[in-house]
């Protein structure tokens, strides 16, 4: 179980990035670019900053992954990772659902998330032991749910390889529906916590080092197209789902 402190310490975190990131964004988004000179990275690389800057104040022997600012202790046993705005391509539509992401990984697992969609007012919060709350209330993710009858969400087509795609059309023709978006935080866990399955290829360690606990504490599973569980050596092709049985039947179609 997670020190309640280590959620605490999260939250404030989120609360920095937040402050920071708000004023770059209160009228609507006209972003084409993520360049030096965009809102976006100005508001990403002081965010990650004043994150860092606390984090070393708070936990000085802890290990820290941001976006911006590389790795600091990567080899520590306990190990925050910082993205304070993932979500450019939901920028980039107009779409104010970003996520500042944070997670803390100890031993390698990841144990605590937290996705911040400050414009919006959206706060998901999912720590091993303590459960996963979407702005304080508690989820559950939608059991029993076959294949046939699952809501999939994913990115664009386009940010799926050669490779991946015919195995994810498979996928695609046995669900009931898909949703297309930008980042899979935005939208994964459908209808406010009752996940039935999403599909990722690319996933970085920055997005579901968030997602794992967030997840798994609200009742699903996470792993990679094999149905293994994921590591930081993981390639980026990620399953979600709201059972394991769910994940299994759709990592069977991406062999």
């Not at 930081?232 to 979600?240: F, K, N, T």
Request: glycine share 10%; hydrophobic share 45%.
């Amino acid at each position: 179980m997670i020190d309640p402190q280590d959620i605490a310490l999260a939250q404030d975190l989120a609360d920095i990035a937040g402050r920071i990131i708000r004023p770059h964004f209160r009228s609507h988004l006209a972003i084409e670019a993520k360049g030096d000179t965009s809102p976006v990275t100005i508001a990403d690389r002081a965010a990650e900053a004043a994150m860092r800057q606390h984090l070393a104040s708070a936990r000085p022997h802890d290990g820290v992954i941001g976006e911006e600012y590389g790795a600091d202790r990567p080899d520590s046993s306990r190990l925050w990772v910082l993205d304070p705005i993932d979500g450019t391509r939901a920028f980039i539509a107009g779409r104010p659902l970003f996520g500042t992401l944070i997670a803390l990984l100890v031993e390698g697992r990841p144990v605590l998330g937290i996705i911040d969609q400050c414009i919006i007012g959206d706060r998901w919060v999912g720590a091993r032991g303590h459960g996963a709350t979407l702005g304080g209330t508690p989820v559950r993710t939608r059991q029993g749910v076959a294949l046939a009858g699952a809501h999939l969400a994913t990115t664009a087509p386009g940010y799926f390889s050669d490779e991946d795609k015919p195995r994810f059309e498979r996928l695609r023709a046995a669900a009931q529906d898909t949703l297309w978006g930008g980042d899979c935080h935005n939208y994964g866990l459908v209808a406010a916590g009752h996940l039935d399955l999403v599909v990722e290829s690319q996933l970085k360690i920055h997005d579901w080092a968030a997602l794992v606990p967030i997840i798994e504490e609200a009742g699903g599973t996470m792993t990679d197209w094999q149905g293994q569980p994921l590591t930081p050596q993981s390639d980026g092709r990620v399953i979600a789902a709201g059972s394991a049985a769910l994940a299994a039947e759709a990592a069977a179609l991406l062999v």
